[in-house]
C-alpha cells in the first residue's frame, strides 16, 4: 500500500504521523522502550497536544532484533500469531540501545531521529527521516508502516512464491494468498519474510495482510505496512544468506526430514482425467514394462464422487475395493497419496456432520458460511476447533489405515474474511494463516501413522513456518517453457524464504505441452527435490508424447536415484539447519556480484549447479563461479568465473559439480529407497586441503588432503565402498594419486 504522493506529499486524505524527536526512554529486564514525540519538544507547551509514537526492543535470540512500533496501545490482542521460538541468550542494553550477539538496534537522539541496525561496528539498514508512520484514513481505517533503507546495489529476495522478477526491487507485494496460478502476481504461498544481499533478513510478524513496497515508493528504502495500531518486524543478521535463513527457520521452524522414498518419481492421475484400477495399472505396467521406476502413484480429485469432495471417501462406482487395490499397489513397491482440500461439498456425509457438530465456519448470523465456487454449496472446516480438528483428522486415519500413505493438501487459500471463527480469531489474520493449521493436521496424522521420517505431504498453500511440513509444490501453471521459468522462479523465491523442500508439476498443469516442452520439463523436474508427473486434462505418462520421452525420462529418473545418497544429505542440512535443498545462486555465492539477479540455474544442494534448458533448440546460457568445475556427465573442466552457452540435446542439461566437492553416488536406478552406504562411490572433486565430512545412511566419512595424500575413513556398517578422485589436476594432485581407504 501506498501512502505518498511522490516524496514531499502523503496521498489525499490520509493524516501520517511520524517520529519527529526521541523524548526519553526505559528499560525494563532485556527491553528497551524508546518514547518518540510527533513534533519537536523545546518547551512545555510543546508536549500539549502531541502524540508519542512507542518503540519497543528486545531480543528473541543472538543476532535478532525485535521492533514494536505502536500508537494506542490500549487494543484488544488478536489472534491467531506466527509459532516463533526463543532462545535463552545474554542481551545488551543501554538508554539509547539494544545489542544481541553481533546486531545493535541503536536509537538517533537529539535533533536527527532515526533508529540504526548495526552489526560489527557496520550500519546494515535503519529506520529515518518519515520511515515510522502512523496512518489515519478519512473513512477510519488506520495503519502502520515502517520503512528500511535499502543501499546502493542492495537486492532484496524472498516474500514467499512469487513468479514475477526474483530479486523484488521496484515491486509491490501484498502478502495474501490466493489461487492465482503461476502467472499472475498473486501466490498461494505469501511469508513477509526477506533477506538483502547486505548481510540481514527481516520478518514482519504479521499473519494477515502485510503489504510491502519494496523500493517501488521511497526507492531507496523497502516499506512495509499493516492494518492497526501496532507492527511487530524481527531484523536477523547474517551476515551471509545462508546464515540468515539458519537463523530464520531456527524461529520460525525447521523442515522435517521427508521419507527417501518420497524423492523418487511420483506419477498422478491427472486432474480431471477418467480413470479406475485398471487404467491405474495400465499407467503401473507401462512404466515397469519400459523400465521407468515409479515411487509413488497418486490418485487425484475424481477417486470421489463428483459433488461429493471433500467426503474422503472413495467412489465406490470406480473403485470397489480400495483396501485390496492399495494392498496390490504396494506389494509392487508402490506408495500411495491421495488429494484432498478442507472445502465440504454440500452433498457431501461431511458437511451434514459438520453442520450438526459445528465444525463448519459460520457467518455472524449464525448460518454456515457456503458459497457455490468449486464445490456447489461447499463450506469450509474450522480448523480452529479442536473437536473439528480430530473429526478431520480421524476421516484421514481411516484412509492411512487402509493403506494410504501420503495426501496431497490442496488449496487452503480460499479463505473468507466475513465470519466467525471458533477460538474468536481474528478473519483477517486467519486467512492466510489457516493453511499452517489445515497442514499440521494432515502431517500429524501420517507422523503419528506412520513415525518420524515416514510423514509427507504434497501441499499448495503455505504461510510463515509451513517449512515445517513438507513437501510443497509450485500450484497451478501452463504447458510452455515461459511458465516452466516462473515456475523456477516461485521456487527460488520460495526457498529465500525459509522452505527447505519444493516440487512442480512437470510438463505444466493446464495445456497439453508438445514433447518437446515435456521433455525439457523431465531434466528440470527430475534434477528438483521432488519430481511429479502431473497435469489437468490429459496424462502424463511419457509414452503419450513419444518415446524419445520414454528415454529421457528413463535417463534422468536413474540419475536422481544415483543421486540419491547426495540428495539425502542434501535433505539432511535442510532438516538440521533450514538451507533448502534447491538454493539459489545468491545463497551459495553471496560475494560474487555476477549472481544477484540470476534466477535461470540454481544450486541443488551445495555441490551441483543446474541450468534447465528452457527452449526446444536446447540453447542454454548459465554462469559459472569461480573454480575449477566438472561437468557431471563426462568430466570435462569448465572454468569461472565464466558465462557459458551451450545446446543440448533433450536427454541432456547442464549439471556441474563444485570444486572440492565430494559427491555420494548410489549404485542402484530402480528405486530412491535403498540402502544408500552399500556400495556407495564417493567422487572427489578437485579436493581441497583438510577434511570434509558426508553422511551417507548409517555411515559417516571423512575425507582428509594432506599435500597429495588423501585419506578416506569410514565410521559405520562393513559394506562395499570405493572412492574415485575425479576432475583433473589440482597442484601435485591428480586423478588416481594417493588414495588410502580405511574401515
Not at 253 to 277: I, N
Not at 325 to 343: A, E, F, H, Q, V
Not at 577 to 595: N, Y
Not at 683 to 699: D, H, K, N, W
Request: with cysteine; proline share 6%; aromatic share 12%.
Amino acid at each position: 500500500m501506498k501512502f505518498t504522493d511522490g516524496f514531499w506529499l502523503k496521498r489525499a486524505g490520509l493524516t501520517v504521523l511520524h517520529p519527529a524527536q526521541l523524548h526519553d526512554s526505559s528499560i525494563e529486564g532485556d527491553t528497551l522502550t524508546a518514547f518518540a514525540t510527533a513534533k519537536r519538544v523545546q518547551t512545555r507547551s510543546d508536549t500539549l497536544d502531541a502524540p508519542i509514537i512507542t518503540i519497543r526492543c528486545e531480543a528473541p535470540a543472538p543476532d535478532v532484533i525485535r521492533v514494536t512500533i505502536g500508537h494506542f496501545l490500549g487494543g484488544v490482542a488478536k489472534g491467531p500469531n506466527f509459532a516463533l521460538n526463543r532462545e535463552e541468550h545474554e542481551v545488551s542494553v543501554s538508554d539509547s540501545a539494544l545489542t544481541s550477539g553481533a546486531l545493535t538496534a541503536q536509537f538517533r537522539g537529539g535533533e536527527e531521529w532515526g533508529l540504526d541496525f548495526l552489526a560489527d561496528g557496520k550500519r546494515l539498514t535503519g529506520s529515518g527521516w518519515k520511515g515510522m508512520g502512523i496512518v489515519d484514513t478519512q473513512d477510519g481505517a488506520q495503519f502502520v508502516h515502517e520503512q528500511l533503507d535499502l543501499g546502493v546495489g542492495e537486492a532484496v529476495y524472498g516474500l514467499g512464491e512469487r513468479f514475477g522478477p526474483f530479486v523484488k526491487n521496484g515491486q509491490s507485494i501484498d502478502i495474501w494468498n490466493e489461487d492465482g496460478g503461476t502467472s499472475s502476481e498473486q501466490a498461494y504461498k505469501n511469508v513477509p519474510f526477506y533477506f538483502t544481499n547486505q548481510g540481514y533478513g527481516v520478518l514482519v510478524d504479521h499473519p494477515g495482510k502485510v503489504s510491502f513496497e519494496v523500493a517501488s515508493e521511497m526507492v531507496s528504502r523497502t516499506q512495509f505496512s499493516v492494518a492497526g495500531q501496532t507492527l511487530s518486524y524481527l531484523v536477523i543478521y547474517g551476515p551471509t544468506p545462508a546464515d540468515v535463513l539458519r537463523k530464520y527457520t531456527a524461529l520460525t521452524g525447521r523442515p522435517a526430514l521427508p521419507p527417501a522414498w518420497s524423492f523418487g518419481l511420483w506419477l498422478t492421475t491427472s486432474f480431471t482425467t477418467p480413470y479406475d484400477e485398471e487404467t491405474v495399472n495400465q499407467f503401473v505396467d507401462g512404466m515397469a514394462q519400459r523400465d521407468l521406476p515409479l515411487s509413488v502413484f497418486h490418485f487425484d480429485t475424481f477417486w470421489m464422487r463428483e459433488f461429493h469432495w471433500c467426503d474422503l471417501e472413495w467412489d465406490p462406482r470406480i473403485f470397489p475395493d480400495p483396501p485390496g487395490m492399495l494392498k496390490r499397489l504396494s506389494d509392487r513397491g508402490l506408495r500411495t497419496c491421495l488429494w484432498i482440500n478442507p472445502y465440504i461439498a454440500q452433498r457431501s456425509s461431511m458437511f451434514a456432520e459438520g453442520l450438526a457438530n459445528d465444525y463448519l465456519v459460520r457467518k455472524a448470523n449464525g448460518d454456515v458460511w457456503q458459497w457455490d465456487r468449486w464445490q456447489a454449496g461447499m463450506a469450509l472446516v474450522d480448523f480452529t476447533n479442536p473437536a473439528a480438528r480430530e473429526w478431520y483428522a480421524g476421516k484421514l486415519r481411516a484412509l492411512v489405515d487402509m493403506g494410504v500413505d501420503a495426501f496431497k493438501s490442496d488449496f487452503g487459500e480460499r479463505i473468507p474474511t466475513d465470519v466467525v471463527w471458533h477460538d474468536g480469531s481474528d478473519p483477517e489474520r486467519m486467512h492466510n494463516y489457516y493453511t499452517q493449521i489445515y497442514n499440521q493436521v494432515v502431517f500429524d496424522v501420517l507422523r503419528d501413522a506412520r513415525g518420524e521420517g515416514e510423514a509427507v505431504l504434497f501441499a499448495r498453500s503455505a504461510t510463515v513456518g509451513g517449512q515445517q511440513f513438507p513437501v510443497h509444490w509450485g500450484g497451478d501453471n501452463s504447458a510452455t517453457y515461459e511458465s516452466m521459468a516462473e515456475s523456477l522462479r516461485g521456487g527460488l523465491s520460495l526457498m529465500s524464504s525459509g522452505f527447505g523442500f519444493w516440487s512442480h508439476d512437470i510438463g505444466g498443469f493446464e495445456g497439453r505441452p508438445d514433447p518437446a516442452v515435456f521433455k525439457r520439463w523431465i531434466a528440470f523436474g527430475l534434477l528438483s527435490s521432488h519430481s511429479r508427473l502431473h497435469g489437468n486434462h490429459s496424462y502424463r505418462v511419457p509414452w503419450l508424447f513419444d518415446e524419445e520421452s520414454v528415454e529421457v525420462l528413463r535417463k534422468f529418473t536413474h540419475l536422481k536415484y544415483r543421486l540419491m545418497p547426495y540428495l539425502l544429505g542434501a535433505a539432511r542440512e535442510a532438516h538440521l539447519t533450514g538451507l533448502p535443498v534447491m538454493r539459489p545462486m545468491i545463497v551459495g555465492f553471496p560475494a560474487d556480484p555476477a549472481v544477484t539477479h540470476l534466477d535461470r540455474q540454481y544450486l541443488l544442494g551445495g555441490d551441483l549447479l543446474v541450468a534447465p534448458v528452457l527452449s526446444e533448440a536446447g540453447e542454454v546460457t548459465y554462469y559459472v563461479p569461480a573454480g575449477r568445475w566438472t561437468r557431471f556427465a563426462n568430466e570435462e573442466i569448465v572454468e569461472g568465473p565464466a558465462w557459458v552457452t551451450e545446446t543440448h540435446g533433450f536427454d541432456s542439461a547442464p549439471l556441474l559439480v563444485r570444486p572440492g566437492a565430494v559427491l555420494a553416488i548410489g549404485n542402484r536406478t530402480d528405486r530412491p529407497d535403498y540402502d544408500h552406504a552399500d556400495g556407495v562411490t564417493l567422487r572427489l572433486y578437485e579436493p581441497a586441503e583438510g577434511s570434509t565430512t558426508v553422511y551417507v545412511g548409517t555411515s559417516t566419512f571423512t575425507v582428509t588432503r594432506d599435500g597429495t595424500a588423501i585419506r578416506v575413513e569410514r565410521d559405520g556398517p562393513a559394506l562395499p565402498w570405493r572412492v574415485e578422485v575425479v576432475g583433473g589436476a589440482s597442484g601435485d594432485l591428480a586423478a588416481g594419486d594417493a588414495v588410502w581407504v580405511t574401515d
